[in-house]
């Protein structure tokens, strides 16, 4: 995705460079173009100029609305736990709801289904609880992030930036 973001901003900045050229060619007497071939030239620039701009704005846009869907969502998980175990039937159907939460009875077990993002950090929750530990996991848990030691960060970034590619669809 980044890859994708990179190419469109490179190609917008060549862009930018061929409309400079062409105006600086127009410019002076040995290099200048017709008028017509120059006007031609400059509106086909400069309609590629707003479409590589347009398609930078647009994965701004999207990754803007990705991160504040995805900040949105875990303001939501914050002490969720309590939240259900304290709330009356409507309170937790809600939260259910919210959650896309699907019980279903399947050979004699019960399963339990999330929508994403939430079915994507409870993965992340499972491999980080196995990477830490149980005691470490809950150390961590305890304190804002700012104050969680690099190497433990290191430990389990990959399992949570690994999804990032795909949860940006959200």
Not at 6 to 26: A, P
Not at 39 to 53: F, I, V
Not at 75 to 104: M, P, Y
Not at 113 to 127: G, H, I, L, N, Q
Request: charge should be negative.
């Amino acid at each position: 995705m980044e890859a994708v973001l990179n190419n469109n901003q490179g190609s917008y900045k060549e862009t930018v460079k061929k409309i400079d050229t062409l105006v600086d060619r127009q410019l002076s007497e040995t290099t200048r173009l017709p008028e017509e071939i120059f006007t031609e030239k400059l509106k086909k620039l400069r309609t590629e100029q707003q479409r590589l701009k347009n398609l930078v704005d647009d994965f701004d846009a999207s990754a803007k609305q990705w991160t504040d869907d995805i900040v949105d969502e875990l303001n939501f998980t914050l002490k969720l736990k309590e939240r259900f175990a304290e709330s009356g039937r409507d309170k937790r159907l809600e939260i259910l709801h919210r959650i896309g939460q699907v019980i279903q009875l399947i050979d004699g077990e019960l399963d339990f289904r999330v929508r994403e993002p939430y079915s994507s950090f409870t993965e992340c929750m499972k491999e980080t609880q196995s990477i830490l530990g149980d005691i470490q996991l809950r150390k961590t848990l305890a304190k804002p992030l700012s104050e969680v030691e690099s190497d433990v960060i290191r430990s389990v970034e990959s399992c949570w930036s690994g999804r990032a590619e795909s949860n940006r669809r959200l």
